[in-house]
Protein backbone atom coordinates (compact mmCIF):
# COMPACT_ATOMS: atom_id res chain seq x y z
CA UNK A 1 0.00 0.00 0.00
CA UNK A 2 2.75 2.81 1.05
CA UNK A 3 4.74 1.57 -2.11
CA UNK A 4 1.56 2.33 -3.74
CA UNK A 5 0.80 5.23 -2.16
CA UNK A 6 4.50 6.85 -3.18
CA UNK A 7 4.19 5.75 -6.76
CA UNK A 8 1.24 7.76 -6.79
CA UNK A 9 2.99 11.12 -5.03
CA UNK A 10 6.07 10.45 -7.24
CA UNK A 11 3.79 10.30 -10.63
CA UNK A 12 1.74 13.27 -9.08
CA UNK A 13 4.88 15.51 -8.72
CA UNK A 14 6.75 14.37 -12.10
CA UNK A 15 3.31 15.16 -13.93
CA UNK A 16 3.62 18.90 -11.74
CA UNK A 17 7.45 19.02 -12.43
CA UNK A 18 6.75 18.30 -16.42
CA UNK A 19 4.10 21.41 -16.16
CA UNK A 20 6.30 23.72 -14.29
CA UNK A 21 9.33 22.68 -16.79
CA UNK A 22 7.18 23.53 -19.97
CA UNK A 23 6.23 26.62 -18.75
CA UNK A 24 9.55 27.70 -17.75
CA UNK A 25 10.81 27.06 -21.14
CA UNK A 26 7.93 28.28 -22.63
CA UNK A 27 9.04 31.77 -21.08
CA UNK A 28 12.51 31.07 -21.96
CA UNK A 29 12.32 30.31 -25.50
CA UNK A 30 10.28 30.33 -28.63
CA UNK A 31 7.13 28.69 -28.41
CA UNK A 32 5.41 26.70 -31.05
CA UNK A 33 2.94 28.54 -33.05
CA UNK A 34 -0.55 28.42 -31.89
CA UNK A 35 -2.27 27.82 -35.57
CA UNK A 36 -0.29 25.28 -37.28
CA UNK A 37 1.62 23.93 -33.64
CA UNK A 38 4.60 22.75 -35.19
CA UNK A 39 7.26 25.62 -35.99
CA UNK A 40 8.38 28.13 -33.50
CA UNK A 41 6.90 31.55 -33.30
CA UNK A 42 10.04 33.33 -33.93
CA UNK A 43 9.70 36.37 -32.14
CA UNK A 44 5.88 37.49 -32.05
CA UNK A 45 4.99 34.86 -29.03
CA UNK A 46 2.22 33.44 -30.96
CA UNK A 47 2.22 32.99 -34.77
CA UNK A 48 5.33 31.50 -36.89
CA UNK A 49 6.38 33.48 -40.01
CA UNK A 50 4.40 30.93 -42.52
CA UNK A 51 1.14 31.44 -40.39
CA UNK A 52 1.64 35.29 -39.76
CA UNK A 53 1.33 35.88 -43.49
CA UNK A 54 -0.38 33.03 -44.63
CA UNK A 55 -3.82 34.42 -44.16
CA UNK A 56 -5.83 36.09 -47.69
CA UNK A 57 -8.52 38.49 -48.44
CA UNK A 58 -11.65 37.18 -49.39
CA UNK A 59 -14.16 40.17 -48.89
CA UNK A 60 -17.55 39.64 -48.45
CA UNK A 61 -19.94 42.40 -48.90
CA UNK A 62 -23.00 42.45 -47.43
CA UNK A 63 -26.54 44.49 -47.79
CA UNK A 64 -29.99 44.70 -46.60
CA UNK A 65 -28.88 46.10 -42.95
CA UNK A 66 -31.40 48.32 -41.36
CA UNK A 67 -29.84 51.92 -41.49
CA UNK A 68 -26.57 50.58 -43.39
CA UNK A 69 -26.16 51.44 -47.00
CA UNK A 70 -23.17 48.78 -47.39
CA UNK A 71 -21.17 46.78 -45.34
CA UNK A 72 -17.93 44.67 -46.54
CA UNK A 73 -15.57 42.17 -44.62
CA UNK A 74 -12.23 41.24 -45.42
CA UNK A 75 -12.70 37.62 -45.02
CA UNK A 76 -14.58 34.51 -43.28
CA UNK A 77 -14.21 34.56 -39.41
CA UNK A 78 -12.64 30.58 -39.74
CA UNK A 79 -9.14 29.00 -40.15
CA UNK A 80 -6.33 31.81 -39.34
CA UNK A 81 -8.39 34.53 -39.06
CA UNK A 82 -9.97 33.21 -35.89
CA UNK A 83 -6.85 32.37 -34.30
CA UNK A 84 -5.35 35.85 -35.38
CA UNK A 85 -8.75 37.67 -33.55
CA UNK A 86 -9.17 35.17 -30.61
CA UNK A 87 -5.14 35.69 -30.26
CA UNK A 88 -5.39 39.14 -29.91
CA UNK A 89 -8.91 39.62 -28.13
CA UNK A 90 -8.60 36.47 -25.94
CA UNK A 91 -4.79 36.30 -25.33
CA UNK A 92 -3.75 40.04 -25.39
CA UNK A 93 -1.43 39.46 -28.37
CA UNK A 94 -1.27 42.95 -29.16
CA UNK A 95 2.18 42.04 -31.02
CA UNK A 96 -0.07 40.87 -33.70
CA UNK A 97 -1.78 44.01 -34.50
CA UNK A 98 0.52 45.90 -36.90
CA UNK A 99 0.44 42.54 -39.07
CA UNK A 100 -2.95 42.38 -39.32
CA UNK A 101 -3.33 45.57 -39.94
CA UNK A 102 -0.71 45.49 -42.97
CA UNK A 103 -2.79 42.69 -44.62
CA UNK A 104 -6.49 43.70 -44.27
CA UNK A 105 -5.03 47.71 -45.32
CA UNK A 106 -4.74 47.00 -49.16
CA UNK A 107 -8.86 45.76 -49.03
CA UNK A 108 -9.75 48.69 -46.58
CA UNK A 109 -8.61 51.21 -49.05
CA UNK A 110 -10.28 49.85 -51.62
CA UNK A 111 -13.81 49.88 -50.09
CA UNK A 112 -12.56 53.30 -48.64
CA UNK A 113 -11.98 55.10 -52.06
CA UNK A 114 -15.17 53.04 -53.71
CA UNK A 115 -17.79 54.95 -51.05
CA UNK A 116 -15.08 58.13 -50.43
CA UNK A 117 -16.66 59.13 -47.23
CA UNK A 118 -15.96 62.07 -44.93
CA UNK A 119 -15.49 60.21 -41.57
CA UNK A 120 -13.82 57.08 -40.46
CA UNK A 121 -14.73 55.65 -37.05
CA UNK A 122 -14.82 53.03 -35.18
CA UNK A 123 -17.15 50.78 -32.53
CA UNK A 124 -15.32 51.21 -29.22
CA UNK A 125 -14.95 47.37 -27.11
CA UNK A 126 -17.03 47.74 -23.92
CA UNK A 127 -14.73 49.83 -21.01
CA UNK A 128 -14.34 47.24 -18.58
CA UNK A 129 -12.53 44.81 -21.55
CA UNK A 130 -10.45 47.49 -22.10
CA UNK A 131 -9.12 48.31 -18.84
CA UNK A 132 -9.22 44.71 -17.03
CA UNK A 133 -9.17 42.40 -19.64
CA UNK A 134 -6.90 43.50 -23.00
CA UNK A 135 -5.64 46.96 -22.08
CA UNK A 136 -6.07 48.42 -25.12
CA UNK A 137 -9.51 48.18 -27.43
CA UNK A 138 -8.30 46.19 -30.51
CA UNK A 139 -10.58 48.15 -33.21
CA UNK A 140 -9.03 51.00 -32.63
CA UNK A 141 -5.37 49.61 -32.65
CA UNK A 142 -5.96 47.99 -35.75
CA UNK A 143 -7.72 51.73 -36.99
CA UNK A 144 -4.50 52.97 -36.37
CA UNK A 145 -2.62 50.66 -39.03
CA UNK A 146 -4.96 50.88 -41.36
CA UNK A 147 -5.98 54.61 -41.37
CA UNK A 148 -4.75 56.65 -38.46
CA UNK A 149 -6.95 59.74 -39.27
CA UNK A 150 -10.06 58.15 -37.68
CA UNK A 151 -12.40 60.28 -35.56
CA UNK A 152 -13.69 59.05 -32.39
CA UNK A 153 -17.90 58.91 -32.56
CA UNK A 154 -18.96 57.19 -29.86
CA UNK A 155 -18.94 56.27 -26.36
CA UNK A 156 -19.80 52.82 -25.00
CA UNK A 157 -21.41 52.79 -21.76
CA UNK A 158 -19.17 51.50 -18.72
CA UNK A 159 -22.73 49.84 -17.48
CA UNK A 160 -21.72 45.87 -16.83
CA UNK A 161 -23.19 43.68 -20.01
CA UNK A 162 -22.79 40.43 -21.13
CA UNK A 163 -21.09 39.96 -23.71
CA UNK A 164 -23.10 39.45 -27.25
CA UNK A 165 -21.68 35.93 -28.03
CA UNK A 166 -23.86 35.07 -25.49
CA UNK A 167 -26.71 36.25 -27.25
CA UNK A 168 -27.62 34.95 -30.69
CA UNK A 169 -30.12 36.16 -31.66
CA UNK A 170 -30.50 39.60 -33.93
CA UNK A 171 -33.34 40.69 -31.51
CA UNK A 172 -31.90 40.13 -27.96
CA UNK A 173 -28.75 41.67 -29.31
CA UNK A 174 -30.57 44.58 -30.40
CA UNK A 175 -32.38 44.77 -27.30
CA UNK A 176 -29.45 44.07 -25.28
CA UNK A 177 -27.56 47.32 -26.54
CA UNK A 178 -30.21 50.00 -26.15
CA UNK A 179 -28.54 52.73 -24.35
CA UNK A 180 -24.95 50.93 -25.30
CA UNK A 181 -23.74 53.74 -27.12
CA UNK A 182 -23.88 57.70 -27.57
CA UNK A 183 -22.34 60.30 -29.91
CA UNK A 184 -20.03 62.25 -27.82
CA UNK A 185 -18.70 63.81 -31.62
CA UNK A 186 -19.47 67.96 -31.10
CA UNK A 187 -21.00 69.73 -32.62
CA UNK A 188 -23.06 67.23 -33.80
CA UNK A 189 -24.70 69.50 -36.45
CA UNK A 190 -21.43 68.56 -38.71
CA UNK A 191 -22.60 65.17 -39.21
CA UNK A 192 -25.40 66.51 -40.82
CA UNK A 193 -25.26 65.62 -44.69
CA UNK A 194 -21.58 63.56 -44.12
CA UNK A 195 -21.15 59.92 -45.09
CA UNK A 196 -19.17 57.81 -42.62
CA UNK A 197 -17.51 54.53 -42.46
CA UNK A 198 -17.64 52.01 -39.46
CA UNK A 199 -14.83 49.94 -38.55
CA UNK A 200 -15.33 46.83 -36.68
CA UNK A 201 -13.65 43.78 -35.69
CA UNK A 202 -16.12 41.17 -36.28
CA UNK A 203 -19.58 41.03 -37.82
CA UNK A 204 -22.29 38.31 -36.79
CA UNK A 205 -25.91 39.97 -36.97
CA UNK A 206 -25.14 43.21 -37.50
CA UNK A 207 -27.47 44.29 -34.85
CA UNK A 208 -24.40 46.69 -33.01
CA UNK A 209 -23.64 48.50 -36.81
CA UNK A 210 -27.31 48.91 -37.44
CA UNK A 211 -27.89 50.56 -33.51
CA UNK A 212 -24.77 52.94 -34.24
CA UNK A 213 -25.99 53.80 -38.30
CA UNK A 214 -29.37 54.77 -36.04
CA UNK A 215 -27.90 56.94 -33.96
CA UNK A 216 -25.83 59.16 -37.32
CA UNK A 217 -28.91 59.00 -39.31
CA UNK A 218 -31.06 60.30 -35.96
CA UNK A 219 -28.52 63.52 -36.67
CA UNK A 220 -28.84 64.04 -40.21
CA UNK A 221 -25.65 61.43 -41.35
CA UNK A 222 -26.59 60.88 -45.26
CA UNK A 223 -25.08 57.46 -45.24
CA UNK A 224 -23.61 54.98 -42.93
CA UNK A 225 -20.81 52.16 -44.24
CA UNK A 226 -19.49 49.21 -42.42
CA UNK A 227 -15.68 47.53 -42.73
CA UNK A 228 -15.47 44.72 -40.39
CA UNK A 229 -12.06 42.88 -40.60
CA UNK A 230 -13.98 39.30 -40.48
CA UNK A 231 -17.38 37.92 -40.72
CA UNK A 232 -19.17 34.91 -39.00
CA UNK A 233 -20.72 32.59 -41.26
CA UNK A 234 -18.69 33.61 -43.95
CA UNK A 235 -20.98 35.02 -46.59
Known sequence: MRKLFRKSIFS???????????FTVSLLFDT???HCKNRPT?????LCNQCLFSIKPSPVETY??????????????E????????????????????FLGEIVKPTFERFYKSIQPDIVTYIPTHPFRVLFTRG???TEEILKVIYPNYVTLFKRSPAPQRPLYLLGDKQKRAKHLKGSFKLVYKPLETLKGKKVLIVDDL?????????LAYLLKSVGTKEVFLFTLFRRGGS
Request: glycine share 16%; hydrophobic share 35%; aromatic share 18%.
Open 42 to 46: EGNGF
Open 136 to 138: FDQ
Open 79 to 98: GIGKNYLQLIKFQGAKSLIP
Open 203 to 211: LTTGATGES
Open 32 to 34: YCF
Open 12 to 22: TTSKLGNFWRT
Open 64 to 77: GFRYLDGALSFAPY
